[in-house]
């Protein structure tokens, strides 16, 4: 029987977050793809959704970017995931045993799994695939340093960490960069970059990646689902379409309009200002979901923002209700919270640092500028249209910056072109993301050292904070922690948390099935005719 770490008990206190539905890297083109407003079948075997950004890889162990990890689970999956209620649940794995001392977990493999060519799933390929993941993910950096993968046998793998840690398991379950497993030979061949083909086991295989329209995906008829209820992203899962097509659509009040005139069955994150009319439009729902924090991210790496003086002075300066409701529009859709956890999560939430968290001190951000030697230089913000509430967050953070005799200069991009600018510490002073509400602090690659997330945070009491909370014994131990944590967050500043949000999804009455969790859950999913 599993031995389950005790930092594992306080993930039964933490709440259910929001959980509702509606009633080869080849860029291979496939054939006779239709338009998003053409259907080949009447039989409705097609879902169309229509989302905000094109990927610049569809491996999701290299980059932390929603727009690989969303369509990435369609085709990958991991030893372990994340069930309805955040625990870890067996996946790949049939199933997994800890030792008494915490440092080794040894995994059973399910047998007869097959990879989208064809080959059986076997230790040699999770154990590349683990190698892989560890060498490329910047959330593995402090759980997974110095840890081994060793095969026993063809379905037996044992995971040998450095140090015990009660936190390793959620790690190898997140969704915010994939613990894939795919072909040993694909794993082993892979850059820096991610892989050159997308093999995985999950219920849809890549099918075609047609350049700035679309990402294929077919029913992967030799699936082998877990024999368990679907929930979260655990349990079972099943195609019950033949293909989906992942339409680009960065325009938002493209995708808005699509839903509305039948051209997309789901459009994820419709424009704040498009809901009433969805709302009133017969045959359409809106989906609201509460996702995470708005965060505004600091190069501390390279230029102003290595001072912490001037990164105080940011946050000092920055109303962030008027930022908040730039981007969101609509109270609804918003909250000031200074917490890195929401208050429905009661085992680990705090509001240590509400003090500097919405202070709107001109004069001390002032105060700070001149103390720090700030001579006119120009803050270069790279921001998106692609996502409007960041592009609109950082319109107002630009306006409110230039009121303290900042110059701020925007620099907007794609969201892909982005990605690959925020990985150069010489392109940007600041940029905006989200980021999905964790369960475990290490979750926020933003907070780690070791991480080298981009920002490059270098805080040594952040990294042993870290540390102690990933061996602390018991729930008080870690609440304390957290909270110490977080006080030294705003302190620090590796980001400004700007507040929580949430995004609004919106489908077609004819979808049955689609929920949300950490991302569309795709499989289970069908579509009337």
């Known amino acids: 029987m599993r031995k389950k770490p005790i930092y594992f008990l306080l993930f039964m206190l933490v709440i259910v977050m929001a959980l509702s539905g509606c009633s080869g890297k080849s860029a291979t083109k496939s054939s006779n793809v239709p338009a ?101 993910a910047s959330l593995t950096k402090s759980i997974m340093d110095g840890a081994k993968w060793e095969k026993k046998d063809d379905y037996t793998v044992k995971l040998v960490l450095k140090k015990p840690s009660s936190v390793a398991m959620t790690i190898l379950a997140d969704q915010t960069q994939l613990a894939a497993v795919m072909p040993k030979e694909i794993a082993e061949s892979a850059g820096p970059t991610g892989a050159k083909k997308y093999v995985g086991t999950g219920p849809f295989k890549f099918s075609g990646w047609k350049k700035d329209q679309y990402l294929h995906f077919t029913k992967f008829k030799a699936y082998q689902p877990v024999n368990k209820p679907a929930s979260g992203v655990a349990g079972k899962k099943e195609a019950k379409v033949k293909d989906i097509y992942w339409y680009f659509a960065p325009d938002p009040s493209t995708r ?13 994150s419709v424009p704040y200002d498009a809901v009433k009319q969805i709302e009133s439009t017969p045959g359409k ?65 705090s509001d240590a640092g509400k003090e500097v968290y919405n202070s709107k001190n001109l004069y001390k951000s002032k105060q700070l500028l001149q103390a720090s030697g700030y001579k006119g230089e120009t803050i270069k913000i790279l921001t998106s249209r692609d996502y409007p509430h960041h592009y609109n967050a950082a319109i107002a953070t630009q306006q409110q910056l230039e009121k303290i005799g900042m110059k701020v200069k925007l620099d907007v991009y794609d969201w892909a072109t982005l990605l690959e600018h925020r990985e150069n510490p010489g392109d940007y ?58 006080q030294e967050f705003w302190q620090y500043l590796p980001v400004i ?31 009337e005719s």
């Open 36 to 136: 998003s407003n053409e259907t080949s079948e009447k039989s409705g075997g097609i879902l169309k959704i229509a989302t905000q950004a094109q990927p610049d890889t569809l491996d999701p162990t290299v980059t932390t970017a929603e727009a690989t990890a969303q369509p990435a689970r369609l085709v990958f999956e991991s030893l372990v995931t994340l069930d309805k209620n955040y625990k870890v649940a067996p996946q790949l794995a049939e199933s997994y045993e800890t030792s008494s001392d915490g440092r080794t977990v040894t995994f059973k493999l399910r047998k007869g799994v097959k990879f989208h060519n064809g080959k059986e799933m076997k230790a040699d390929d999770v154990i590349a695939s683990m190698q892989k993941w560890e060498k490329n």
């Open 285 to 349: 729902k809106i989906q609201p979901y509460t996702y995470g924090m708005e965060i505004l991210v600091f190069n501390k790496k390279q230029g102003l923002f290595k001072n912490v003086k001037d990164r105080q002075a940011v946050n000092d300066a920055l109303d962030k209700k008027v930022v908040l409701q730039s981007a969101f529009t609509d109270k609804r859709f918003y909250k000031l919270e200074p917490g890195l956890f929401r208050p429905e999560q009661k085992a680990l939430y």
């Open 256 to 268: 808005s309009a699509g839903l509305i005139s039948g051209q997309y069955d789901i459009a994820l």
């Open 429 to 486: 002073d600041i940029f905006f993301t989200g980021w999905d509400t964790g369960i475990v602090p290490h979750q926020y690659g933003f907070l780690d050292s070791r991480a080298n997330w981009p920002g490059w945070t270098n805080d040594p009491k952040i990294d042993q904070l870290l540390d102690q909370i990933s061996s602390a014994k018991t729930q008080d131990e870690t609440k304390a922690l957290i909270r110490e944590l977080q």
């Open 497 to 527: 948390n700007l507040g929580t949000y949430k995004n609004v999804n919106a489908c077609s009455d004819k979808v049955k099935g689609f929920k949300w969790f950490i991302g569309p859950v795709l499989w289970n999913v069908s579509i």
